[in-house]
């Protein structure tokens, strides 16, 4: 009889590990369930989340014809006479809405081991809402100052070269947008215009 005691310790033992395998491959099973739901919900493929956080991301995009909550107000004398100021939209071409801002003065600078200087009047836009203007207007000092150092910084063959033009503007959206990433953690210029240029 001793025999037999002995026989069901042992049998005893592997239904024990056995439970105890299947129940933890049952935790491990939520724990990576689990974390993939939060991740699906984090990356806003399921739940509401992803729909907050886009609100928060900064200026929208606005379509046209549409509001905008943040439009900076209208300019004495604008919105009066025919047409009640409203803004004629086309439907075709880009679907958003294009906003403009011009610089108050002139840009004066010289050009980049030149003896030539280049004066300039320049404009940006953005499709974005009116967030975006009334930050270029907030810190126009400080954009001011970057462009200038980008001018000093251009040789007189991108001044005077439809392709240097080209990669002036580029680099002038670019530090306009890092200026408003810096003091406003989003940029939001999508293009940089020369409404004058003059090279001396």
Not at 91 to 104: H, I, K, L, M, V
Not at 121 to 138: F, H, N, Y
Request: proline content about 4%; overall charge negative; aromatic content about 6%.
């Amino acid at each position: 009889m001793s025999a037999k005691p002995a026989k069901d310790d042992g049998d005893e033992k592997p239904k024990k590990k056995g439970k105890m395998g299947l129940i933890l491959i049952a935790v491990a099973m939520l724990v990576v369930g689990g974390g993939a739901v939060f991740g699906l919900m984090m990356a806003g493929m399921i739940g509401g989340h992803g729909e907050e956080k886009k609100k928060d991301e900064g200026p929208q995009l606005v379509k046209k014809g549409a509001a905008d909550p943040y439009a900076p107000p209208a300019k004495e004398g604008e919105g009066e006479g025919e047409g009640g100021g409203a803004e004629a939209e086309s439907e075709g071409g880009d679907p958003y809405r294009t906003a403009y801002f011009s610089f108050t003065d002139d840009f004066t600078s010289n050009l980049k081991d030149s003896d030539s200087m280049v004066q300039a009047s320049i404009a940006c836009s953005t499709r974005r809402d009116g967030r975006v203007l009334q930050w270029l207007a907030k810190h126009e000092l400080a954009i001011r100052s970057r462009l200038l150092e980008i001018l000093a910084d251009t040789p007189e063959e991108d001044a005077t070269t439809i392709g240097g033009k080209e990669r002036l503007n580029k680099r002038m959206t670019d530090t306009i947008n890092q200026v408003l990433i810096q003091k406003e953690g989003f940029g939001g210029v999508d293009a940089v215009y020369f409404r004058n240029f003059i090279v001396q």
